[in-house]
């Protein structure tokens, strides 16, 4: 559309013809008040809020369905226009209850600000309102009538933004309401989107509600623990008397790139960090065979003396040690140098979750043809191969929906299983469930619906699932960077599981591949890593074998738990030291000797990189007393065992060692900022080796991809990521197919960690029941 | 997150006729679900109320769920989610009604039946409701019972015509199923 | 049978036909049925418009715009079917001409369909009813099936090669579906909630298709319109106002009923001689002279002409029609809050000031007619009405507001006189409780 040029309030604006007015004027700065109106959400006229008044025109006409043309002159503010808002909220506020200070919304509710710009200074309202009683629709979502002022937001969210069309709308006039798809009961994904986009306090979460005023709380803005997404999540915090507790999580930063989207995990999934169950001393295997608490001095000696001594007698290839999908990358970076350059061993592995350095290997030599998650939200076609992201990448599904909706892009689907999302798809390719490996054969044909529609695209984006390894990778991509004349015109995506397992494998959580995918027998790689052992360490399924064969002096689990993934006969490690950083005493921490209570991903900092290979920072929101962040043990570890520790983490640059026990880690992005500064002043950083920060350099500097724009980082943006070393050389030796078990999450878990979030669970059986339900109807 | 719901054909919440009549009613419009509302409406003269199994059927004849049979079925005024008597009588008492004296008539249903607003007779013969304007304006006034007008109506009236509607309950019509009958009686106005 | 009343002062055109017969298909066409819709087929369709425009027949459900020029609204090319819509949804109180235009002449709504199609191109029609009138959307569907089965409607109407379809349509009670997009929303199956405008039913109406929607009346009017020719038709009202109008006259007069008048007729002959005065020998106390939406008119103000011209220069408007005629023994109170209460219980409470104001309004009034007002009551319900004029989503909210702030400007004093415990000059025993909900 060609820009158009108007005038409002005095003001030339210049936006394209067909803009709405309500969305020019934000852009513009010129604020126009809204119940209903929601960006990206069916227009509804219905708030009668965002009345101006336009030239020429005899009523007063709402902004929000008003599309701006040559010429037109608006007045957003004047006495005329202040009255309608202020009459509009003194009807609205009839029925409203003025119950302000005991409303879970108040401090953040929108009709309050309204009424404190534009409302009446007494009511004329005489009259007995209307009441209902409070309905609890599920363990997340409570429901008040008389709260409601009927904005229809939460009914086009759960509709139109989530596909599940859960909310309807009962009765009308002043009966209206509001109601759940079960009678009583929500029968839906649980996402809380529609708590979260109320205005007011009409709807509420059940693991929010009356638990806090909002000013009390701290809001920190992070990235989200569970799926391989990376939801930016914005968590409210408040100080307790062990540290800071989170209360709340929402996406009030909408700056990620998923606005205001969070699924049932990222909302109500914080509060593992709050659980009984939670490890906040250090335990010690005693004499008699029992875990017993210890100090962290004395846990870390006992683990240190075991690691040096089975390296010193037997070799580093006596010791093996597995990382974590939900660890930082600056953890996990931390994590492969310490293994290799201080425990001497390659034998590192991580619970791979989908086949990343097939991926990278397919792609090597052809950069730019990985896709962001920005790439996907604006895309013009998407091939979807293998997955269920409604289940498994809601936020993927979120914006694939959105995309289609908003930006009428065409989804093709190749899928063994129907899926949700075939609701928006143009095309579908049902296929096998070993039928994968036929795709592009399929593609190539042009025969089907769907190979002809995708054959008929100029630019695609392939996103494929885990089902999707090996060779197959490669043929896809192959098939991909060969589709058309433009090969420009095609990136991909590889999805796994959790939070960072890319970054697990973009850092070098592999036998074979050091970070950034460059083989371990690449010559000249990371020549700065001293002693790096030569040859290719073993995976993880061949360090449980050398296990269980009695072969493995120590085993260092961080963050993972194998015994639970391939069911792992408990004998199998008696012979292995065996050592667990974890939140929980997993099934694999009860069996350790040495167990060390590491903090979770809301109370570290540091950056992770989600499956599409965008980096986001994590900063520290919750803090628990006893627990610290797996870097911090990490290199007190590598302490105990008397190593040098300048030479593992590069802090205090000119070599000013800075104090072991201080412990300012926890708010790293400050420390960072500081640094800058003092660089910037010629001055000396002086950065905490506990810093992830400190390494972040590091990676920058050494891990093919990583060479990111960091202020852009740092102000809390994603940023891509693209790990296509050209030095890669197929590495046939390690199958990797054979290593990768999905976790194949649904909404409500999240591998081992899902399992100790109370509010998952019940949402959880909520869901069970209604689906029960149904089935008996 | 609708889950397939089993077939409820098993279930015969509609008479023979009547599922037939549906059944050329979805074939009738350009869009299917604009046999909604006729649907419902057709489905409580048989029914009595729109049920929960009423609403259901209905929902899996248009292929639609069954919350948003429900947002359009609680909107429109003369569908019903409870049982009414045989015969609903609905008094207009709007304007042109009410200077007519509709509420002495409304009164005196009241007092001839037992009931107050909404009620229905112990019997289940009768049930009694005020109404906005029916569109009888210049007769007033009007009351309907089920879809027969009578106009022009003063309390005296009243006795009349409820044992009119008495006679045809008890000539062996039993229940809801009278009201197809009676349709096809033509005999709008009393 | 509603009863047919008659006047010598009546012009009867649309409703020449009523208590003849005429809803049977051969006596429809004994009296000139259908002559219309062939003089129509051998034209073209701009011809049709041409007479429409010239005709000055001016829609009459209310808003009075030229049906002409509505028709010349719909594109000539649309990718979607294109659909002719007719408003038989007849709510507005005082009103019941349609009833009687289904109950007598189904047929001349039928003609007038294929005409409006013929006019614009469209292929299928629906004429839609409030769920109320079953019994004329039996009739209705029978002249339907009778037109079918003479090939009046279907593949060849006529033998013309040309195809025509009608649907009828029932309601199920609600007054906002008299909304044009509220109506195109109930036929799609939906709530009967407006759409926003633009674009207009004209350009995406039904199903997304260009839409022609019409009052049963003006559907009606169109076969005479043809058949007299519009120069004629339009010589029967005044200027800008074509035609004759079905007045429904109702209340406290003699002999109410449905007349059918020249537009610009004066109201205080329809009141005094056509309806035959006031009941009883009482004296007039006002008049809502178009339906009960309409801001009701004082004695003194009555000595106009009813077409949509002079009705709005008095400070009302001529809406549908609908005289409604009140005595000097009737509360104004207790007609207004009569009034109020059936709007707040149609307001399909998609916007605030509508779904908020009436309701605030009907609980105010309730409250001030039981006697327990305070001054402050009248300013503020004048308040809240002005407030909700002409800020609603629709103009049902403009239709609760008009009537309020005109029955307490023009009768201020008898709200006063409901104050401080007085009791309402006017009580009966037992009128004092609303229950519709």
């Known amino acids: 559309m060609p820009d158009v040029t108007f005038t409002v309030d005095g003001k030339k604006l210049t936006a394209p013809a067909g803009t709405l007015l309500i969305d020019a004027c934000r852009k513009a700065g010129i604020e126009i008040p809204a119940f209903c109106y929601y960006p990206g959400l069916s227009l509804q006229a219905a708030c009668r809020m965002c009345v101006v008044r336009q030239e020429k025109v005899p009523k007063l006409q709402t902004a929000c369905t008003t599309t701006v043309a040559e010429g037109q002159v608006f007045v957003t503010e004047s006495p005329e226009i202040a009255q309608a808002r202020k009459a509009t909220i003194e009807l609205l506020l009839g029925n409203h209850p003025l119950d302000c200070p005991v409303c879970d919304a108040g401090g953040e509710c929108e009709l309050q600000d309204m009424n404190f710009k534009y409302g009446a200074g007494e009511s004329l309202y005489a009259e007995a309102k209307h009441h209902r009683d409070e309905q609890q629709w599920s363990p997340a979502v409570f429901y008040d009538r008389p709260r409601c002022i009927l904005c229809y937001r939460c009914t086009r969210m759960c509709g139109e933004g989530m596909d599940v069309w859960a909310l309807g709308v009962n009765n009308r006039g002043a009966d209206s309401v509001i109601v759940p798809n079960d009678g009583q009961q929500l029968d839906c994904e649980q996402c809380g989107m529609c708590i979260d986009v109320c205005p007011v306090g009409a709807l509420t979460s059940g693991s929010y509600r009356y638990k806090t005023r909002p000013w009390e709380m701290n809001h920190v803005s992070t990235v989200c623990t569970h799926c391989a997404d990376g939801c930016k999540v914005t968590l409210g915090v408040r100080s307790t008397t062990d540290g800071a507790e989170i209360i709340r999580a929402d996406n009030r930063d909408k700056s990620g790139i998923n606005g205001d989207f969070l699924c049932a995990k990222g909302r109500f999934g914080f509060d593992f960090v709050e659980s009984a169950d939670r490890l906040t001393k250090p335990l010690v295997r005693n004499s008699a065979g029992k875990l017993e608490p210890a100090t962290w001095e004395h846990a870390l000696s006992v683990a240190a003396k075991k690691l040096k001594e089975i390296r010193d007698s037997r070799g580093g290839a006596a010791i093996g040690v597995i990382g974590s999908n939900r660890t930082t990358n600056e953890e996990n970076y931390l994590l492969q140098k310490f293994s290799r350059t201080v425990l001497a061993t390659n034998n590192i592995d991580h619970e791979r979750t989908t086949d990343y350095a097939s991926f990278a290997r397919a792609l090597a030599g052809h950069p730019g043809k990985t896709a962001s998650l920005r790439d996907i939200a604006s895309a013009c076609a998407i091939l979807l191969v293998g997955t269920n992201p409604t289940d498994e990448h809601p936020l993927l599904a979120w914006l694939l929906r959105t995309d289609v909706r908003l930006n009428r892009a065409r989804l093709y689907i190749a899928n063994h299983a129907p899926i949700k999302l075939e609701r928006q798809a143009r095309a579908m390719q049902g296929l096998p469930p070993n039928g994968y490996k036929d795709l592009t054969t399929i593609l190539d044909r042009g025969e089907t619906d769907l190979a002809k529609a995708v054959k008929a695209e100029e630019s695609l984006i392939v996103i494929f699932g885990s089902e999707i390894r090996g060779t197959a990778i490669h043929n896809l991509v192959t098939w991909g960077l060969n589709r058309g004349p433009n090969p420009d015109s095609v990136r991909f995506a590889c999805l796994g599981d959790h939070s960072n397992s890319r970054g697990a494998a973009d850092m070098g959580l592999f036998p074979d591949l050091l970070p950034g995918y460059v083989p371990i027998t690449e010559p000249g790689a990371f020549v700065e890593y001293a002693d790096l052992p030569p040859a290719a360490g073993k995976t993880l399924s061949q360090m449980l074998d050398v296990a269980t064969a009695g072969e493995l002096g120590a085993l260092l689990v961080v963050g993972a738990n194998p015994v639970s993934r391939a069911p792992l006969n408990p004998a199998a490690l008696k012979n292995t030291f065996l050592i667990v950083q974890d939140l929980f005493l997993t099934e694999t921490a009860t069996l350790a000797e040495v167990v060390l209570p590491a903090a979770s991903l809301y109370e570290k900092s540091g950056t992770v990189t989600n499956t599409f290979g965008d980096v986001q920072i994590v900063r520290k929101a919750a803090d628990r007393a006893g627990v610290k962040p797996d870097f911090e043990i990490l290199v007190r570890l590598a302490e105990a065992m008397g190593g040098p520790i300048k030479g593992l983490v590069p802090f205090g640059r000119a070599g000013t060692t800075a104090d072991l026990g201080q412990s300012r880690g926890a708010q790293s992005g400050e420390a960072d900022r500081h640094a800058v500064w003092l660089e910037a002043n010629g001055l000396e950083p002086r950065l905490s080796p506990f810093d992830p920060f400190a390494l972040f350099d590091e990676i920058e500097r050494l891990v093919p991809g990583y060479a990111i724009d960091r202020i852009n980082l740092i102000a809390g943006n994603d940023v891509h990521s693209e790990p296509a070393s050209p030095g890669l050389v197929p590495v046939t030796a390690l199958a990797g197919e054979d290593f990768i078990v999905p976790a194949h999450d649904t909404l409500f878990t999240s591998g081992t960690l899902g399992r100790y979030s109370a509010a998952l669970k019940q949402l959880e059986e909520h869901q069970a029941k209604e689906l029960a339900k149904s089935a008996a109807d | 997150m609708s889950p397939n719901h089993p077939n409820p054909e098993s279930i015969p919440v509609f008479s023979p006729q009547l599922a037939a009549r549906f059944d050329a009613l979805v074939q009738k419009y350009p869009v299917k679900r604009s046999a909604l509302i006729p649907m419902l409406l057709y489905a409580q003269d048989e029914v009595g109320y729109l049920s929960d199994a009423v609403v259901a059927e209905v929902a899996r004849r248009i292929g639609i769920t069954e919350l948003e049979v429900r947002n359009v079925a609680t909107y429109y005024s003369m569908l019903r989610f409870r049982p009414a008597g045989q015969f609903n009588i609905q008094v207009c008492t709007n304007i042109s009604c009410l200077l007519r004296g509709a509420y002495e008539v409304y009164e005196r249903f009241q007092e001839e039946l037992g009931v107050g607003p909404h009620g229905v007779t112990p019997d289940g013969v009768f049930s009694l409701e005020e109404v906005e304007c029916v569109g009888a304006c210049c007769w007033a006034p009007a009351v309907q019972v089920n879809y027969d007008f009578h106009d022009e109506l003063k309390p005296d009236l009243v006795p009349g015509i409820l044992s009119g509607y008495r006679g045809k309950a008890k000539a062996g019509n039993n229940g809801a199923s009278s009201l197809e009958k009676k349709a096809n009686s033509k005999e709008p106005h009393a | 049978m509603p009863r047919l009343v008659s006047h010598p002062d009546e012009v009867k055109i649309v409703s020449r036909r009523f208590g003849m017969g005429a809803e049977k298909i051969d006596r429809y066409l004994e009296l000139g049925g259908y002559e219309a819709v062939m003089k129509c087929l051998a034209q073209d369709s701009d011809w049709i418009i041409n007479e429409m425009k010239a005709s000055n027949l001016r829609g009459r459900g209310g808003a009075g715009f030229s049906a002409g020029m509505k028709w010349s609204f719909v594109p000539r090319q649309s990718a979607k079917p294109k659909y002719i819509l007719v408003n038989g949804d007849e709510s507005e109180p005082g009103t019941c001409k349609d009833h009687l235009i289904f109950l007598h002449d189904p047929h001349s709504v039928i003609e007038g369909t294929i005409i409006a199609g013929l006019a614009v191109g469209a292929k299928m029609g629906f004429i839609y009813l409030r769920g109320e009138y079953r019994y004329l959307l039996e009739i209705t569907e029978r002249a339907v099936a009778d037109a079918y089965q003479r ?138 002279p178009g339906g009960s939406s309409t801001p009701v008119l004082l004695p003194q103000e009555i000595d106009i002409g009813m077409d949509f011209d002079q009705v709005g220069k008095a400070g009302s408007m001529l809406g549908s029609g609908g005289v409604v005629v009140i005595d000097d023994q009737t509360c104004i109170v207790e007609f207004a809050l009569r009034t109020i209460s059936f709007y707040a219980h149609e307001s399909c409470g998609w916007c605030i000031p509508c779904r908020e104001g009436t309701d605030w309004l009907k609980k105010s009034l309730t409250r001030f007619h039981a006697g327990f007002g305070a001054p402050s009551d009248i300013d503020n319900m004048q308040y809240l009405a002005e407030n909700m004029l002409g800020r609603t989503f629709c103009p049902l909210g403009d239709a609760a507001a008009m009537p309020t702030i005109a029955f307490i400007k023009k009768f201020r004093k008898e709200f006063e006189d409901h104050l401080n415990g007085k009791p309402c000059p006017f009580a009966r025993e037992g009128v004092l409780q609303l229950t519709v909900v």
């Not at chain 3, 079905?246 to 449905?258: K, N, Y």
Request: hydrophobic share 40%; net charge positive.
């Open chain 3, 151 to 288: 090939g009046f409607l279907g593949k060849n109407i006529f033998g013309s090669g040309k195809e025509f379809e009608i649907i009828t349509q029932t309601g199920a009670g609600a007054y906002e579906v008299g909304e044009e997009s509220a109506l195109m929303e109930s036929l799609e199956g939906k709530r009967g909630v407006p759409r926003i405008k633009p674009p207009f039913p004209a350009v995406v109406g039904l199903y997304g298709g260009p839409t022609v929607i019409n009052n049963a009346e003006t559907i009606a009017t169109v076969p005479h319109v043809i058949n007299m020719g519009a120069a004629a038709y339009a010589a029967v009202g005044t200027p800008r106002n074509g035609g004759t109008r079905l007045f429904s006259i109702s209340g406290h007069v003699e002999r109410p009923g449905v007349y059918e008048l020249p537009m610009g007729y004066n109201l205080k002959k329809m009141i005094y001689e056509v309806a035959g005065g006031i009941r009883g020998g009482r004296n007039l106390k006002a008049v809502v």
